[in-house]
Every structure is written in C-alpha cells, then in structure tokens.
C-alpha cells in the first residue's frame, strides 16, 4: 500500500471517529451523551488513533460542542486532529451564512483551527453553489490565514463529476468518498469509480458510510452467515471497515460509533490494522452477491432527505421499517413503522415535492419507494 498516511504531513491511524451519530441520553434523546462520548474519546486516544470528524450541520452544531467538551477541552491539541465541514445547500443559506459557518465551527469546537476542512456534501445538484459562493477560493484564503491546515470536500456523485471537480480545483488537498463493499459497483453510487478517481489524481481519501448507516454492521442473515463461517470471531462490521481501510490510498475509514462496545469492537481489529488478503477478499464477492439478491432500499440514515419536508416525514425510519419488512422480520417492521410514524406523517402524507430527492446522496427515488411504504403497512 502507498504512503498516503503520511501525505498530508502526519501519520493517520486507519479508523476515524465519525462524531454524526452519537450516544444520546436516556432520558431526552435530543440531548448527546457528552459523559459517554468522553469514554469513547478516551479509548480511541489510548489506542493510538487521533482524526475525529463533525460537521457545521451535524446534530445542529451539538455535534461540534461535543467535540469540544469530550475532546478539545480535555486533550493537548497537537494530540489528535479535527475535521468539520461547511454546508452551503442545507437550509439554502446565503454566501455570508455559508462563510461565516467557519468562525461558528471554531467558537462551537473551541479547535482554534481545523486539520481538515472540508466542503460538504458536494453533488450535482449543489456543487455550483459552492463555485457562484466562491468557496473554493474562500477555504484557501483561510488556510493562508491558519485556520485550516488541509482542505477538501465530501463527494457524493458519480466518477464523472469528481474527475472533473479535481481537475478544476487540483489543490484540492484530500476528498472524503462512500466506500462499502455494497456500494462498490451499486450504478448510483459507484464506490469503485470514485475511488479509482482519487487514485488517478494521488488523491488520499478518508472513507464515510463504511457500513452504510449501519446496514452492514447488521446485514441480512444470508449475508451474516458468509463472515460468522469465514471468521467466527469477527464481527460482521469488521468486514465492512477492513474492506474500505484496505482500498489503496484511503487515509483513514470514518465509524460513526453510538456505544461503548462499538468503539471497542472498532478497535479490537482496527488498532492493528492489517489489509484484507485475497482470501479474505473472495469472503466479501459472496457477501456482495448474497446482498445484491436482496431488494432492499438503500438508504443510509443520513436525514439528509427530512431538512425542509413539508410534512415532517421521518423517511429514514419508514425505509428502515420496509427493509425489515422485507427481510420477513414482520414484528421488528410493525414496531419501527409504528416508531416512524409517531409524529403522524405516513408515506400517503407525501405531497411529492421532490426536496427528499434533490437532497438525497444516495439519489434514490425516494417518492416511489414511499408508494411503496404505503402500500406494505397502509
């Protein structure tokens, strides 16, 4: 494998502490754990790993305070490093909105700079935004002002648009991509193509959705059973990370950890990473084969799709509702569609707007799938 970690200056473990989806307190889930966040923080630093990763938008900035309270507040700052990312499509915020959001992330982290810095979610439907804003020259101007030490951007569109993207803007430091071994030759999302980007440009890139939202950290059991015969004391999760770790260039695989034992599992293989091997990688063509018999909607639970729904739908949880359903787990899908429907929007309230779709990274045809929601549980 190359030297990508060490390309941007210092070396990079190859697990990285995705701080989206967060422990949240028992008794008011809108609330971060901060208490249990810092048991996690303090086990990933004692393993020797150091990139954590927020974003402006995450958890509506709660993300970023907890960084500061579990990590920056507690921990020398040339001990670890710190990536967050500017939005400027979500809420549709104006050119100085979306420029003053690095200041916000700075007072909210208390960082005094960023590692990493990134433009987020960059996609067909938003990345001229980003260019009409002059974002790109903006990011630059902050790292000469020593805010920013590196700068990239999130990518979520086709091989096509990101080889165009690094060839107009080449000093563009990193970029952060979808890799999951069910999204590596999934047409819309196209895992393979973007990585093979980056390599030809000698791009590192740090990996999101390495489990896709979860999906394969608790695959269907057609799929569980191919990695419990391969290595019984594997987690099925460790695949997923392992696989995307193991893609040459990846500069480190982000885990969005809620729980203690995650982070644990997390590190028990990951601490000591060691590429998979050919034998290793024959294991993950039978679970890509296994899952692709599957008509499962793939979505990953970013949410992404719910900013600005007229009806408040929380579409995430319907689809999670209808894969259980379709993998037969009947009570398992009745209690989630129930839980998915408690603020009272179900799949017929969809008025077909079309926001879900214009924001949804993985561009599935969301209003459909929601017809067919309805039609299984109405």
């Known amino acids: 494998m190359g030297n990508y970690g060490n390309y941007l200056g210092k070396e990079t473990g190859k697990l990285g502490f995705g701080l989206m989806r967060l422990p949240k307190l028992p008794d008011d889930p809108s609330k971060i754990d901060v208490e249990t966040v810092k048991t996690?923080?303090?086990?990933?630093?004692?393993?020797?790993?150091?990139?954590?990763?927020?974003?402006?938008?995450?958890?509506?900035?709660?993300?970023?305070?907890?960084?500061?309270?579990?990590?920056?507040?507690?921990?020398?700052?040339?001990?670890?490093?710190?990536?967050?990312?500017?939005?400027?499509?979500?809420?549709?915020?104006?050119?100085?909105?979306?420029?003053?959001?690095?200041?916000?992330?700075?007072?909210?982290?208390?960082?005094?700079?960023?590692?990493?810095?990134?433009?987020?979610?960059?996609?067909?439907?938003?990345?001229?935004?980003?260019?009409?804003?002059?974002?790109?020259?903006?990011?630059?101007?902050?790292?000469?002002?020593?805010?920013?030490?590196?700068?990239?951007?999130?990518?979520?569109?086709?091989?096509?648009?990101l080889d165009r993207l690094l060839t107009e803007h080449p000093d563009a430091e990193f970029v952060?991509?979808?890799?999951?071994?069910a999204d590596w030759d999934n047409p819309s999302v196209q895992s393979r193509g973007i990585v093979e980007v980056a390599q030809k440009h000698g791009k590192p890139f740090v990996v999101m959705e390495p489990v896709k939202g979860g999906t394969l950290a608790d695959p269907p059991e057609s799929v569980a059973a191919i990695f419990r015969e391969a290595s019984p004391d594997m987690s099925v999760a460790s695949w997923a990370i392992r696989f995307a770790a193991s893609q040459e260039g990846c500069l480190t695989v982000l885990s969005g950890m809620s729980t203690i034992d995650q982070m644990k599992d997390n590190l028990s293989y990951m601490k000591d990473f060691h590429p998979l091997d050919e034998a290793d990688l024959a294991v993950?063509?039978?679970?890509?084969?296994?899952?692709?018999?599957?008509?499962?909607?793939?979505?990953?639970?970013?949410?992404?799709?719910?900013?600005?729904?007229?009806?408040?739908?929380?579409?995430?949880?319907?689809?999670s509702a209808m894969n259980?359903?379709?993998?037969?787990?009947?009570?398992?899908?009745?209690?989630?569609?129930?839980?998915?429907?408690?603020?009272?929007?179900?799949?017929?309230?969809?008025?077909?707007?079309?926001?879900?779709?214009g924001a949804c990274p993985q561009t599935l045809p969301i209003i459909s799938l929601l017809e067919r929601c309805k039609e299984a549980f109405e």
Request: with cysteine; glycine share 8%.
């Open 40 to 161: 996690m923080v303090d086990l990933f630093m004692a393993a020797g790993l150091t990139y954590f990763d927020t974003a402006y938008v995450y958890d509506g900035g709660e993300s970023e305070i907890a960084a500061r309270k579990a990590l920056v507040e507690r921990y020398p700052r040339d001990s670890f490093t710190l990536a967050t990312k500017m939005n400027a499509w979500l809420g549709h915020p104006s050119e100085e909105e979306v420029k003053n959001q690095l200041e916000t992330s700075l007072e909210r982290t208390g960082a005094g700079y960023f590692d990493y810095y990134l433009l987020h979610a960059v996609q067909e439907n938003n990345y001229k935004i980003y260019d009409d804003y002059g974002i790109w020259d903006f990011v630059k101007s902050m790292k000469e002002a020593g805010k920013i030490r590196h700068w990239g951007f999130s990518f979520h569109a086709s091989p096509e648009l």
């Open 176 to 181: 952060q991509l979808q890799v999951n071994y």
């Open 284 to 319: 993950i063509k039978k679970a890509q084969t296994a899952l692709d018999a599957l008509d499962l909607i793939k979505c990953t639970g970013c949410h992404y799709c719910m900013d600005g729904c007229p009806v408040s739908m929380h579409i995430p949880d319907i689809f």
């Open 324 to 357: 259980k359903k379709l993998l037969n787990d009947q009570t398992g899908a009745a209690r989630s569609y129930e839980f998915a429907t408690r603020d009272g929007a179900r799949p017929s309230d969809c008025v077909a707007c079309g926001q879900c779709e």
